[in-house]
Nanobody, 124 residues
Framework: QVQLVESGGGLVQAGGSLRLSCAVSGRTFSRSGMGWFRQAPGKEREFVVA????????YYADSVKGRFTISRNNANNTVYLQMNSLKPEDTAVYYC?????????????????WGQGTQVTVSS
């Protein structure tokens, strides 16, 4: 049973920062590509950022480039999303996802396992 558990969401003012964490259990985390997606009310789930199995390759959505940073620690099976300069349009439920494959992918259909999501709300 693969489990992904996100934490770190909350309410923050515009311009502030949050750090999300995603703890993974039940599979070989160190060989999994990982991603963060988000879904705002009334909108489809969208890609935010992805990282390959060893952290050597990342890919960001244009909307978060320069503000968000993904990282991973394979020793403790955790992936992180540092979010700086937050904007009201970043408000969404943020989901962590894991792939059976090792590479970076942006399509949510390429991901096999999902967390339950964590709410991020940015006030103006």
């Amino acid at each position: 049973q693969v489990q992904l558990v996100e934490s770190g969401g909350g309410l923050v003012q515009a311009g502030g920062s949050l750090r999300l964490s995603c703890a993974v259990s039940g599979r070989t985390f160190s060989r999994s590509g990982m991603g963060w997606f988000r879904q705002a009310p009334g909108k489809e789930r969208e890609f935010v950022v992805a990282i390959n199995w060893n952290g050597g390759s990342t890919y960001y959505a244009d909307s978060v480039k320069g503000r968000f940073t993904i990282s991973r620690n394979n020793a403790n099976n955790t992936v992180y999303l540092q979010m700086n300069s937050l904007k009201p349009e970043d408000t969404a439920v943020y989901y962590c996802a894991a792939r059976a494959g090792m590479l970076v992918k942006t399509n949510l259909n390429e991901y096999d396992y999902w967390g339950q999501g964590t709410q991020v709300t940015v006030s103006s």
